[in-house]
């Protein structure tokens, strides 16, 4: 059973600006951010999260937000975590009389709150299954079998369906191994109304390299020796990946400025992509996600979110799309 008053998601890649516009959205409408981001959870991890926590202030009127800040460092925080979290900021949100907002880039958190159960959170991969569906039942048992993830123990493949799905989740886990994933927690599942920031490559491709810079500049490598100074094992920055896991790699010799600074840049430029990616599966998988045109004015933007959301609020809206 789904909750009655539906979320409105501001969701895209890093760099897109999704926390300024959320923001300025909520200062309009009376709404609280709820983060979904996987990184921002933490303490102390600011700058390379790019919590920009200076944007939930408008006009000198704060702008409430969640699931910012609410894990120390070193930590593991999974999707699990964050649904029953995001459980109790909704509630939260709603008892203070305000329009809950969901503003973040973890493609894979928000999908979990649109289709709930854990096991409906790992996208369908249709190339895979394509290849899967070529073979007989007993050529996919037999891979199954030759195979290994942490799902093979919980999987169902009492039909050739169930079988095929059970490959496709065991793949994803093993090609994404930083997802936790409790498939036997039952989650509440929300109506919402999704939009979308997706600058130009180029234009995304400049904000990245820029920010980038700006942070290294600003205290990203301070704010990462400061978690080693504190006694936070190097392999536990590691696995936080990006900023963290190249500047540790820095700090503790393993790189040189110039080699992190090089292969850091890269490798964000390659996570905006697979957001992306992520974000074109979630609407292969039905969801409708609205893209706002980057060259609108804020204003305009702004407006558009608001005026939708009211519309599909009163339930006058169908499937609408920029």
């Known amino acids: ?26 200062y309009e409408i009376g709404g609280e951010i709820l983060s979904a981001d ?41 999707v699990n975590d964050f649904q029953h979290d995001f459980a109790d900021s909704y509630q939260q949100t709603l008892a203070n009389g305000h329009i809950p907002i969901v503003c973040g880039g973890t ?35 037999a891979k199954f079998l030759n195979s290994d993830s942490r799902y093979h123990a919980l999987a169902d493949i009492s039909t050739r369906k169930r079988l095929v799905r059970a490959l496709e989740i065991a793949a994803y886990l093993n090609e994404h191994p930083e997802t936790d994933v409790d498939f036997g927690a039952e989650s509440v599942t929300y109506t919402a109304l999704l939009f979308g920031l997706n600058p130009t490559v180029e234009t995304r491709r400049e904000r990245i390299s820029n920010r980038l810079m700006t942070r290294l500049k600003h205290g990203l490598i ?3 020796q400061n978690l080693l100074n504190q006694g936070i ?42 957001q992306m990616t992520f974000f074109r599966k979630m609407e292969k998988d039905g969801l409708i996600i609205n893209w706002i045109p980057d060259e609108w004015p804020e204003s305009e933007k702004i407006q558009f979110i608001i005026a939708r959301y009211r519309e599909f609020k009163s339930g006058n809206a169908g499937n609408m799309s920029v």
Not at 45 to 64: A, C, F, R, S
Not at 250 to 272: D, P, Q
Request: net charge negative; charged share 25%; hydrophobic share 35%.
């Open 222 to 224: 301070e704010e990462v």
């Open 38 to 78: 996987s990184r921002q959870v933490y303490r102390q991890m600011d700058i390379g999260t790019g919590k920009d926590l200076d944007e939930y202030v408008v006009n000198g009127v704060p702008v409430p937000y969640h699931l910012i800040n609410i894990r120390d460092a070193g930590d593991k925080y999974n």
């Open 1 to 26: 059973m789904s909750p009655e008053t539906p979320l409105l998601i501001i969701l895209g890649p890093t760099a897109s600006g999704k926390t300024h516009l959320a923001t300025r959205v909520a």
């Open 107 to 141: 493609g894979f958190y928000i999908y979990a709150l649109l289709k709930g159960h854990a096991n409906d959170t790992v996208p369908v991969n249709e190339s895979l299954r394509a290849i899967l569906e070529s073979l007989s039942n007993e050529e996919l048992l």
């Open 233 to 274: 094992a190097p392999d536990s920055l590691i696995y936080y990946g990006l900023e963290y896991k190249y500047v540790t790699l820095y700090l503790t010799g393993a790189m040189t400025f110039e080699e992190m600074r090089t292969k850091l840049e890269t490798e964000i430029h390659r996570f905006a992509k697979r």
